[in-house]
T-cell receptor
């Protein structure tokens, strides 16, 4: 079983839409969680850390559900510039495990 | 952006040749990592370092070796490159092995013919 699993999409949404991604992880001992954004042929860039109480950064909201072992990312009022691949990352012990990414395309 | 420089950015070489990729950081972070990224697999850890001369294997370490003689430099070597090692390689750094995020270099596109 993979450490981290994501729906690969693609998600194609119109501008202004709200879109949500989920990511499940297999190890209940996982300690920290992150969302990264990766543009085509670029490096992953940190979007936000995910805290137990949930956290928000502008149009982006991240949630952690330890009981069900998933994290989520909600994007409100989607912009064309949000088009990218979103990676969830889970830290377990001393290693980081990456999902394969969810592709988002925001359509004018 | 985090001060991470990978070199070379692109390389094409032949099967059986040795290849060394360099990651250089100016952040003085303790932890450094090498990943490869392939379609359908996401990023997979090759090796990581938790200090000068302190390294350990990751998920896909076969065929790769690393060295870290200075805090700022982490080298990845393919002793005898194979076509299966054609990939995009990313270096990452962090201040912690657990609760702090990683920051990535621009990547090296390596093609083994």
């Amino acid at each position: 079983r993979k450490e981290v699993e994501q729906d690969p999409g693609p998600f194609n949404v119109p501008e202004g839409a709200t879109v949500a991604f989920n990511c499940t992880y297999s190890n209940s001992a996982s300690q920290s969680f992150f969302w990264y954004r990766q543009d085509c042929r670029k490096e992953p860039k940190l979007l936000m850390s995910v805290y137990s109480s949930g956290n928000e950064d502008g149009r982006f909201t991240a949630q952690l559900n330890r009981a069900s072992q998933y994290i989520s990312l909600l994007i409100r009022d989607s912009k064309l510039s949000d088009s990218a691949t979103y990676l969830c990352v889970v830290n377990t012990g001393n290693q980081f495990y990456f999902g394969t990414g969810t592709s988002l395309t925001v359509i004018p | 952006d985090a001060g991470i420089t990978q070199s070379p950015r692109h390389k094409v070489t032949e099967t059986g040749t040795p290849v060394t990729l360099r990651c250089h950081q100016t952040e003085n972070h303790r932890y450094m990592y090498w990943y490869r990224q392939d379609p359908g697999h996401g990023l997979r850890l090759i090796h990581y370092s938790y200090g000068v001369k302190d390294t350990d294997k990751g998920e896909v370490s076969d065929g790769y070796s690393v060295s870290r003689s200075k805090t700022e430099d982490f080298l990845l070597t393919l002793e005898s490159a194979t076509s299966s090692q054609t990939s995009v390689y990313f270096c990452a750094i962090s201040t912690s092995y657990s609760n702090q995020p990683q920051h990535f270099g621009d990547g090296t596109r390596l093609s083994i013919l």
